[in-house]
């Protein structure tokens, strides 16, 4: 979870860019459509929506608030905590079990692991599933010396080590996304797959770092209650993840992390871009994109040119915490693009 921002080249179109663009769009949404079928014939169980019913507009309708599958709920499955260190810093996982294919879910800033809990329960019975509380956020270390976008990756690789996740796949959101592709470039042997919800390389804007600080120093902290955070946050889904991350303490909520923390970690994509970091990329890779999310047009266009084989999806009606607002079509999309690399690659979805 990031920054609030509104891309008005979202506002009348997914992606208004080229007509090449837009017809490979529709292709991709008839795609997509396909994988929501596939993922939720995966989730649901015989007493969910068919995946029959479900087509090209469900990918782009406006926005809703989804429920887990009726499944998911039923299960009610639960997570173990488990701590990572990494040259004296604490990190700090929850661990959803499972038999299946690893996948490490990355937070944005500001965020905390526990705004993923929607997605890993319902992708948890078919995935070992471990979201992550990054250094600086959550229950993790919170003053870490080191914020640098290298220490990320190098957290990311002593989490799947340290647990035991071969070659797992990274889904990630905002600078959890970023965090991931840089580590799929770093070390591509090592990462099966890659989502990216609402990031792309292209930063490199010098202001991003005051903007990130105005907009946390806004915050009306400490929040008299959980429910006045919620609302401030937007209400519903999204507010409730919010305000998760949040912590009662002297009286009040506050954030679990330390403003100037925040402002280090965003501090290196507002120097340089990373489109040497996104042609390294090997893994197979899903993007996903919100309306009124951060990633433009044209560096969707440019993510494609340089890696054609990348599949993306925009959902029209979302935002840049689309994991939020709609976690079930985002975790059908993900388990068909998960069975389709799978299938093309020759191997079984399981380690």
């Known amino acids: 979870m990031d920054l609030p921002s509104v891309n008005p080249g979202f506002a009348a179109d997914p992606f208004p860019v080229q007509a090449e663009w837009h017809a490979r769009e529709r292709e991709q949404l008839d795609r997509s459509a396909a994988a929501v079928r596939r993922g939720l014939a995966a989730l649901n169980g015989p007493q969910a929506r068919r995946p029959e019913d479900v087509g090209p507009g469900d990918c ?16 009610r499955m639960s997570w173990s905590e488990r701590t990572v260190i990494r040259d004296g810093v604490r990190l700090v996982c929850r661990d959803w079990g499972g038999p299946g294919r690893p996948a490490i879910l990355l937070h944005g800033l500001a965020g905390h692991a526990g705004e993923w809990d929607a997605v890993a329960r319902s992708l948890s019975p078919a995935l070992r599933i471990v979201a992550v509380d990054q250094r600086g956020h959550g229950a993790a270390e919170r003053r870490p010396q080191d914020v640098s976008r290298a220490a990320y990756v190098s957290d990311v690789v002593a989490v799947a080590d340290q647990l035991g996740l071969r070659r797992p796949v990274l889904i990630g959101q905002s600078l959890g996304a970023h965090t991931a592709m840089l580590t799929a470039a770093a070390h591509p042997g090592h990462v099966g797959a890659l989502v990216l919800v609402e990031a792309g390389p292209a930063v490199a804007d010098p202001n991003t770092p005051s903007k990130i600080g105005s907009w946390l120093d806004s915050w009306p902290t400490p929040f008299a209650s959980r429910e006045a955070a919620v609302s401030f946050f937007g209400g519903g889904p ?24 925040m402002v280090g970690a965003i501090s290196e994509n507002a120097r340089r871009h990373f489109w040497g970091e996104w042609d390294a990329v090997a893994c197979p890779a899903l993007l996903v994109l919100g309306q009124t999310g951060f990633v433009p047009p044209q560096e969707v266009e440019e993510m494609l040119r340089r890696r054609p084989a990348t599949e993306a999806v925009g959902l029209p009606g979302t935002g840049h915490d689309l994991h939020l607002e709609r976690p079930a079509t985002l975790c059908g999309l993900i388990s068909g693009f998960l069975a389709e690399s799978a299938e093309e690659r020759g191997r079984p979805l399981s380690p």
């Open 238 to 261: 999204l507010g409730e993840g919010w305000a998760g991350g949040l912590e009662e303490r002297g009286g009040g909520w506050w954030p679990r992390f330390d403003r100037d923390v």
């Open 60 to 75: 782009t309708a406006t926005a809703r608030h989804e429920p887990l599958p009726p499944h998911a709920l039923e299960a």
